[in-house]
């Protein structure tokens, strides 16, 4: 490392960079907003003026020490909406979070290639030509183009000012037509990225960075440009960009920002397309230690240990990443739901684990949640007693999902999306067709997540175990579930200790694929309003708390106010099995019908890695649930005893990471209830 890597390091690492940041005074912010209000009605364009005024108010200096530049120092600016005017307009319509474009890909291969100015002109030539065309989104993109360009040139102005000339010529030829080297590509990535923040667009990935950015390395490397320690350097200070201002963009929780990384996996004939960058960003993250960008690594049963091992160095050192995702698995499943083979094998990731396809994909992977573990507790709650078989009791819980999926997508129409022009000009085909992303793409997916599925197989598994194959009534057990057990220790550490779990005992299987194969039934066939498929998947996200506290106690044996699982992993009262035991449960082959995504979350305790042999064995482990068909792996490396001691002493574990559902965070920055449940959940040895 540098010893200006290792001040721009020590610059994000101290918060320094915050201290950069400003407000802006009463008066400014509201003549900045009475200007975006008179940009006229349309919300287009009041949102390319919105942008325009941004960046034109950004402070641009860059620092001596830096050849990546670009860093925010406006804290907040005003909105696109006069006060009661975003309530108004949403009226009537289904809001998603924050009634936003997010968790989407841009095309960054074309747009680094090409840059703005022939996109700009394209924008025009629809203007002129196309009569169907949305003539005000086509205006607020031209100005976001304008307004970008400008504000690249000031940052150019700026490297020219920190004695860094050619860079600032090649930034601003980047901007206009395209990058002309390595460092233009990264300086170009960084400040459009920036600028999609700025537009109130929000969990942009950055997709398959080590596919779109390997030309220009290649091309440097050719002719000498860059040697390969110096493109390592570059691309470290590169990394270290998206740690300057993630504070600020925070999600359910700081860290979950929606920077996520895809590497590695197979080119649009199927062919590996591991190559040289991917080893350089795992070894640019493993030197940095950062949260950011967040690493998902696509693998396959070709996959050589090698690059498990890199992985496994990633996860010694507790980032919490990589994410694995199984192209055997993942590329035949979004085939099923109508995603074209090509579109496919270039899969990417949203904010967590959703899979999502770059530059042509207006996907919502997240707009719902089944509460799966909630539906099979209501179905013993009402029908257990009245069940002469538990082939019934299945039937009532396959109904009863049917019916919750009614319930689910009642609401979801129509939709209100806030337009996004300058992310409609990072995409493929947006300025052709004359039309905002936010009315529509290639893909108009809707994902939904599942929720609590362990627990909702435990409870099968113990009413089938203890009730129709045992002595156990259903008197008893409902009377237990009704007072949390607190009359009956025997019955309740039965149903915890006794009871067949899922990622223990082999009877879960069939069952953990019956169930599975309800959810993708209770999904199949159906639209929403702009002609796409509902996706369910395996994933959480934050529904794992907020559905476990609308539960009493359950039937497998968990008592009211305890968490559920996160995303597609054991019950967190497993506790006597191995991890090759859990690795093979949850490597089920029903996952091909529920390929919204939502991986395995595994903890390792620490002690597996002491001594270099443990990283060969982490290797391995994940080696291996990939040949058996897992489809998404997340790994987290944990103390249970180093945990609750950052609860108690928060100072002393100021840089402690973990993994939360599909991000990795700082432990003490985290809610209670997340820190609780992360402590919670199992630590396997190896």
């Known amino acids: 490392m540098t010893e200006n890597l ?16 400003r407000e802006l005074s009463p008066e400014r912010f509201a003549q900045l907003q009475e200007a975006i209000v008179q940009a006229g009605p349309s919300l287009s364009l009041r949102a ?8 034109a108010e950004e402070t641009t200096q860059a620092l001596p020490f830096e050849r990546i530049v670009g860093r925010r120092s406006l804290t907040v600016f005003p909105d696109i909406y006069l006060p009661g005017e975003r309530e108004a307009l949403q009226s009537g319509h289904y809001v998603h979070e924050q009634g936003r474009v997010c968790n989407i890909s841009s095309d960054w291969g074309a747009v680094l290639r090409e840059g703005l100015w022939p996109r700009r002109e394209r924008a025009l030539q629809t203007l002129r030509e196309n009569g169907q065309a949305d003539a005000d989104f086509l205006r607020a993109a031209v100005e976001t183009i304008d307004a970008v360009t400008a504000f690249c040139d000031r940052w150019a102005d700026a490297l020219h000012q920190s004695g860094q000339a050619e860079a600032g010529k090649g930034l601003r030829l980047a901007v206009r037509c395209g990058a002309q080297s390595f460092r233009d590509a990264l300086q170009l990535f960084r400040l459009l990225h920036f600028c999609l923040w700025a537009s109130n667009v929000y969990h942009n990935t950055v997709g398959r960075f080590d596919q779109y950015m390997l030309p220009f390395l290649q091309a440097d490397l050719a002719c000498g440009l860059l040697d390969e320690d110096a493109a390592q350097d570059l691309l470290e200070e590169f990394f270290l960009s998206f740690n300057r201002d993630s504070d600020l963009y925070q999600g359910m929780q700081q860290g979950d920002n929606g920077q996520s990384l895809m590497l590695g996996g197979c080119d649009a004939d199927g ?3 591991v190559n040289q960058l991917t080893a350089m960003c795992l070894k640019a993250s493993l030197h940095l230690g950062q949260i950011d960008p967040k690493i998902n690594l696509r693998v396959d049963k070709n996959t050589p240990l090698s690059l498990y091992e890199l992985g496994a160095q990633l996860t010694r050192q507790g980032l919490g990443f990589p994410q694995y995702a199984n192209d055997d698995v993942v590329i035949p499943g979004l085939v099923r739901l109508g995603y074209a083979l090509e579109d496919a094998r270039n899969f990417t990731v949203a904010a967590c684990w959703e899979f999502i396809i770059p530059g042509v994909a207006m996907d919502i992977p997240n707009i719902a949640a089944m509460p799966l573990a909630g539906v099979v507790d209501g179905c013993i709650r009402r029908c257990l007693a009245g069940c002469q078989r538990f082939e019934d009791l299945l039937q009532d819980v396959r109904e009863a999902i049917f019916q919750k999926a009614d319930e689910l997508l009642a609401p979801l129409s129509p939709l209100f999306l806030e337009p ?7 995409m493929d085909g947006c300025l052709e067709r004359g039309q905002d992303i936010s009315k529509g793409a290639k893909y108009n997916n809707y994902g939904v997540h599942g929720t609590g599925f362990s627990q909702a197989v435990d409870q099968l598994l113990a009413v089938k175990a203890l009730v129709f194959e045992g002595d156990l009534t259903p008197e008893r057990l409902l009377r237990g579930m009704e007072t949390a057990f607190a009359d009956d220790a025997e019955l309740l550490y039965t149903l915890r200790n006794k009871a067949p779990k899922l990622g223990r005992d082999e009877e879960a299987l069939p069952l953990a694929d019956e169930l599975l194969g309800y959810f993708a039934d209770s999904l199949r066939g159906r639209t929403n309003e702009r002609g796409g498929c509902f996706r369910p998947g395996t994933g959480s996200a934050m529904y794992y708390l907020w559905h476990a506290d609308e539960l009493g106690a359950l039937a497998d044996g968990r008592l009211p106010g305890e968490p559920l699982a996160a995303n597609f992993s054991p019950s967190l009262a497993l506790k006597d099995a191995g991890p090759l035991s859990v690795l093979r449960a949850f490597a089920r082959p029903k996952v091909l019908d529920t ?3 939502g991986p395995l979350t595994l903890e390792l305790h620490d002690t597996v890695f002491r001594g270099e042999e443990g990283l060969t064995k982490v290797a391995m482990l994940v080696k291996g649930f990939i040949d058996l068909g897992g489809h998404q792996l997340q790994l987290n490396t944990v103390n249970h005893e180093t945990l609750l001691d950052a609860q108690a002493h928060p100072e002393r574990h100021e840089n402690l990471i973990v993994r939360v559902w599909g991000w990795s965070g700082r432990f003490v920055l985290l809610d209670k209830a997340y820190q609780d449940q992360i402590i919670a959940r199992t630590a396997y040895g190896l």
């Not at 390319?48 to 960046?55: H, V, Y």
């Not at 996004?420 to 990072?426: E, I, T």
């Open 6 to 21: 290792k001040r721009l390091l020590d610059f994000v690492q101290s918060g320094q960079n915050k201290g950069q940041r």
């Open 48 to 55: 390319a003026r919105r942008l325009s005024l941004f960046l």
């Open 271 to 273: 062919a590996c397309a």
């Open 420 to 426: 996004a022009p300058f992310q409609s000009v990072l």
């Open 595 to 597: 390929i919204n995504g």
